[in-house]
């Protein structure tokens, strides 16, 4: 009775053996069959052979799929922008490719390499859900982790739970917007795994990095196929090389007042040093702004850096001008070894970029315009 | 992680196994993976396999104890046999990896797998280019800068800026206005105007930020922004135009990727805007005013609008200020008679929010939607009651609760918003020991489940939807906005708790924990860093900046 218990049990694991032999087989050959280096192949589990696969399938089913049904089509028309489908893309853009060959010789593949190292950024395609259907190949570089490592993967795994809702806020289509551009721009906290030596290392090592996606929504009606975000996502840089003319640079304290302003400030906007001290950034600028300004700050409090968008500032004397502002929050002081567990002040620092001229010059909109009027 | 993706499909699987039934292998494959098989010859041992499996598991049946060996598998007993697990798991893969295996176009037809050519990757090249140019609103621009001639700019400019290509770009750099010579490798990042050419019938105009006054209809401009860094290009690749500048020196030029700015729905609302502060109410007030009480902004700016303000509508409106400073909800007031500058009154009604400061949650103004009333039918009665009106003025003085009336015989009008504005400073001063500090707002943050702003944001954004009537860009402005809101709104109750599990194992000495992003560098960095970058000029800017003007408390 035992020995045939036994051997039954032999059998059984022989049988096994055989299955899982053969079953990773099959995951070779599927993973063979993926456009990877073959390095790369080689060093996928199981998992994230079928990720990878999926998210593969996803994405051509995307390129090639339709938009839509007529009516649909027709109303996009009305709205003004159409939404064509993959083979009409290519079409449309071969026509022109043809012109474009005799002027230059830029290969797509070169200019899109181009494109994207010049960005400093990376494309991602966002399925409906969450899922990562796509990351170009340059992702590694700026998140530590690599195109094979995250493809597939569901992005609010690898954001920060306090950023899932704006997340969820973005990847929700309207039926009306979606025919008429659908823009998308966020900043998320993302986790990030890069080291000085630029080499990947795990996810335990990770910390949080600010990322500053902008792209536009796209539905898709194909069966294998779902409605997507196509974003370019780039880390904010702590960084900004200035220009001299139209740029200038101003701290303030968390609440938005200003603590300092350069020179440049007085000779864009009118307004010295001393006046703006103290002074909310709020009182500046034009009231309808207030929103946009709102949203700048909270980004700042909460993920400490934030791009504003487009917002009038008012000049002294006089009318506003457009700008746009790129902060950051960062220690004020230096902190002293001698007191580690103090608790560190922490400060506001805006690169303001001016876009456009003084408009409306004749308008006085707010009190701090009109004190000494301002001569040029 | 990845596993769910294969769970999600899992209830086929499962149901197959409750049949009792393995899965097909055979005739459900393409023929390339059936090869594939085959060339393993393994499929008769995989059948066998198979048999044995079932066989296995009769033998199994056999052996096991009462239990009641259920076929279902959706019952999830714990006490089931780790063979049956193993079965399941075994079956549900096989079936994904059929299911896969059946949508991945046999090998042969060649359509985008694998680009024999150059190194393999998920897209083609081509298909990544469309799906760059669809996400970004850009292109690439490559620029000599001694000459500010155009190298290179990709076929994306005809969409953004409707130019034909080839014919030529004429590019009016606004700023900056010259491109000096400038190192290799250095970041760019400006902005600049493009003109671009309008197309009957694509383009709004609405979509590209207005320019000054004096631009003609035909040649618009619109914003982009540009960023790039330099590169130096031997001279072979430019233009030779036998300018007798070739020197073989090499040139630099600039390599930008140029997005166009997204529009900005500043679209003006019909009523007007006026923002009193809760200090001393004064005025901040957008152009349409004029329009409608006759006063130019710069007439009202530092006035009271209580002055204003019919004398039978104080007491409702006192009421209603005070309302607004303590609610975080947008307060209506009723229609009210508001005083021109001619004398006459009309009639607006408005929407009153208090603006709170996202820091340090204190009100820093009030924010009034003003609309003109009309067809009230006051014209006549007006006309009489006005006259009344200023002869009462000084006669009846309204009674408002709660507030001194040991001013006089006369309530100066501008007192009562002060008055108010001055209640609510006393009561913050109640409850924070440390009001208008910046440093008790991180941990006002966490104890606060609701800070204020997350409701003003998204009413403010509404309005300005109702307002303007209805437009794409609103919708989008104000979904953000309650992206952002609502963010705030979890973020205050999760931020105690990112406080208490740091992304980093090891304890920042500072605490900035609260403000997440920062802790991944250390202070010293972050400041260095920071300075560093802003310290960096060029050499023949001209402009190096003053920096000895600087004021870091370093």
């Known amino acids: 009775m035992t020995a045939n218990k036994e051997k039954k049990r032999v059998i059984s694991r022989d049988a096994a053996r055989r299955r899982r032999r053969v079953e990773s087989e099959v995951f070779v050959d599927l993973s063979r069959l993926l456009p990877l280096q073959q390095s790369v192949q080689d060093h996928l589990d199981k998992p994230s052979v079928i990720r990878l696969t999926i998210s593969y399938i996803r994405m051509h089913a995307l390129l090639k799929g339709k938009t839509g049904t007529k009516a649909e089509a027709s109303h996009a028309v009305k709205c003004g922008q159409v939404m064509k489908s993959g083979e009409e893309w290519r079409e449309c853009d071969r026509g022109r490719d043809d012109e474009g060959k005799k002027t230059d010789d830029v290969e797509p593949s070169e200019e899109t390499n181009m494109f994207l190292r010049t960005l400093e950024g990376f494309l991602m395609v966002l399925s409906i859900e969450g899922d990562m259907i796509y990351l170009s190949d340059n992702v590694g570089i700026h998140m530590g982790l690599t195109q094979t490592e995250l493809m597939g993967h569901n992005i609010f795994e690898f954001t920060h739970p306090c950023d899932h809702e704006e997340i969820r806020n973005n990847l929700r289509l309207t039926g009306e917007e979606v025919w008429c551009g659908a823009k998308r721009d966020f900043v998320v906290r993302i986790k990030s795994a890069p080291t000085h030596r630029g080499r990947s290392c795990n996810l335990k090592s990770a910390t949080w990095k600010v990322l500053h996606c902008q792209g536009r929504a796209k539905v898709c009606v194909a069966p294998a196929s779902v409605s997507c975000l196509m974003l370019t996502c780039q880390p904010l840089p702590l960084s900004h090389t200035l220009l001299s003319t139209h740029t200038f640079t101003s701290q303030h304290s968390m609440d938005m007042r200003f603590t300092y302003c350069d020179q440049r400030m007085t000779l864009l906007l009118g307004y010295s040093t001393e006046e703006l001290l103290g002074r909310s950034i709020y009182d500046l600028c034009h009231t309808l702004d207030t929103n946009c300004l709102t949203k700048n700050h909270l980004n700042l409090c909460l993920k400490s850096q934030s791009v504003s968008g487009q917002y009038r500032m008012l000049v002294r004397g006089g009318g506003y001008v457009w700008v746009e502002s790129h902060s950051a929050v960062i220690p004020s002081v230096r902190p002293s070894k001698s007191r580690p567990g103090a608790h560190q002040p922490l400060c506001i620092l805006c690169v303001t970029y001016v876009l456009s001229g003084v408009e409306e010059p004749s308008m006085q909109l707010s009190l701090d315009q009109t004190v000494h009027r301002y001569v040029r | ?554």
């Open chain 2, 1 to 554: 992680m990845s596993a769910n993706g294969s769970d999600g499909t899992a209830d086929r699987p499962a149901d197959l196994a409750a049949e009792g039934e393995c899965p097909k292998q055979a005739g459900s494959l393409p023929p390339a993976v059936e090869s594939l098989r085959k060339r393993k010859g393994d499929v008769e041992e995989r059948s066998g396999t198979h048999g044995q499996q079932s066989v296995d598991f009769q033998m199994d049946d056999d052996l096991s104890r009462s239990e009641g060996e259920d076929q279902q598998v959706k019952m999830k007993c714990f006490r089931e046999p780790h063979r049956q697990i193993e079965k399941r798991r075994r079956d549900k893969m096989n079936t994904l990896i059929d299911e896969l295996a059946a949508m991945i176009p046999a090998s042969g037809t060649g359509s985008a797998f694998t680009d024999t050519t150059s190194k393999p990757s998920i897209l083609s090249q081509d298909d990544l280019k469309h799906l760059l140019l669809r996400a970004v609103d850009g292109f690439l621009l490559v620029v000599s800068c001694d000459r500010a001639k155009i190298l290179f700019i990709s076929e994306s400019v005809s969409k953004i800026l409707n130019l034909n290509r080839v014919a030529g770009v004429q590019v009016q750099v606004d700023a900056p206005a010259r491109l000096p010579l400038l190192s290799t490798g250095a970041r760019r990042s400006f902005f600049c105007r493009l003109k671009h050419s309008r197309v009957a019938g694509k383009q709004e105009d609405k979509h590209f930020l207005p320019c000054t006054s004096k631009k003609k209809d035909t040649s618009r401009y619109c914003t982009l922004h540009c960023t790039g860094y330099m590169r130096s290009c031997p001279s072979s690749q430019l233009d030779s135009e036998g300018d007798g500048e070739m020197e073989g020196s090499d040139r630099s030029c600039l390599v930008t990727v140029c997005r166009l700015l997204s529009p900005v729905s500043h679209q003006p609302p019909k009523e007007l805007s006026i923002r009193p502060s809760e200090f001393v109410t004064r005025w901040a007030i957008d152009g349409k005013a004029t329009t409608v009480i006759g006063y130019l902004p710069q007439e009202v700016l530092g006035t009271s609008c209580y002055e204003y303000f019919h004398q039978d509508d104080l007491l409702h409106l006192a009421d209603k200020h005070r309302q607004v400073l303590r609610s975080k909800e947008k307060i209506e007031t009723h229609c009210y008679k508001f005083k021109t500058k001619y004398g006459s009154y009309v009639s607006l009604q408005s929407q009153w929010f208090s603006f709170t400061n996202p820091w340090t949650k204190e009100v820093e103004f009030i924010v009034s939607s003003n609309q003109v009333v009309l067809g009230s039918g006051h014209t006549k009665d007006e006309e009489a009651g006005n006259s009344k009106a200023l002869q009462e003025d000084t006669k009846q003085i309204p009674i408002i609760p709660g507030l001194s009336s040991g001013v006089g015989t006369m309530i100066y009008a501008g007192s009562i918003g002060t008055q108010i504005a001055n209640e609510l400073m006393d009561s913050y001063s109640k409850m924070n020991s440390s009001p208008s500090s910046g440093a008790c707002s991180p941990f006002g943050l966490a104890q606060e489940k609701c800070p204020r702003v997350s409701p003003l944001t998204s009413t403010s954004a509404s309005s300005r939807e109702e307002a303007s009537g209805s437009s794409s860009q609103s919708q989008c402005d104000s979904r953000t906005a309650e992206g952002a809101s609502s963010a705030a709104s979890e973020s205050s109750a999760a931020v105690s708790r990112i406080a208490l599990n740091p992304i980093q194992g090891e304890p920042s000495q500072l605490d900035l924990d609260l403000v997440p992003g920062l802790s991944s560098f250390s202070s010293d960095e972050a400041a260095m860093a920071v300075i560093m970058s802003l310290l960096e000029t060029d050499v023949n800017m001209g402009e190096s900046g003053d920096f000895e003007g600087l004021h870091w408390p370093f």
